[in-house]
């Protein structure tokens, strides 16, 4: 009973501080040095406790050095999970499709998304450019309708700083 306990301790400790740890990693791309300072303390406190811990029981469980490993995925997933959800990052999509670019300049406009539209010069002559302007977590809806549209289109995305005005999807007007 005592060696599935600490299992789980650690299990769920390894769990805490890798999602901790991705959640951070988060806040520093974005800049926000002090509060990643902050997790990063809570972060190495945790890990510290964990492999303290691991490496105590290193000989009498080994089921200790599994839930070290399954807590690091799990962790993994969850921190990934919570950062998508934290994140507000803007991206700007440009999107160039050789024969379908109004279908789907005017299917995006029907499903809510902002699209200001170029003309450009490709290898194979005019294309039409139209670039969509929204939040990280749309991104895979957008897609979704470029390529059910026209699954050959050139998609390529950016994040966004520093913007002002303008139309995007998913954000409201203040």
Request: charged share 20%; aromatic share 10%.
């Amino acid at each position: 009973m005592h060696i599935l306990l600490w299992s789980l301790v650690i299990f769920f400790g390894r769990i805490m501080d890798v999602t901790l740890g991705t959640i951070r990693i988060n806040f520093i791309v974005r800049r926000r040095k002090f509060i990643a300072a902050a997790i990063g303390f809570f972060e190495v406190t945790i890990f510290v406790a964990v492999i303290a811990r691991v490496i105590q029981d290193l000989n009498n469980n080994i089921y200790g050095i599994f839930a070290y490993g399954a807590g690091f995925a799990a962790g993994t997933l969850i921190g990934i999970t919570i950062s998508d959800k934290l994140s507000r990052d803007l991206i700007s999509t440009n999107i160039i499709s050789k024969n379908k670019a109004d279908e789907i300049e005017e299917c995006l406009r029907k499903e809510g998304f902002g699209a200001t539209c170029y003309k450009g010069f490709g290898r194979e002559g005019d294309v039409k450019i139209i670039n969509v302007v929204c939040r990280q977590t749309h991104f895979s809806r957008l897609n979704k309708i470029i390529s059910g549209i026209d699954p050959e289109t050139f998609v390529a995305s950016h994040t966004l700083e520093n913007l002002r005005g303008g139309f995007m999807y998913g954000l409201k007007k203040k």
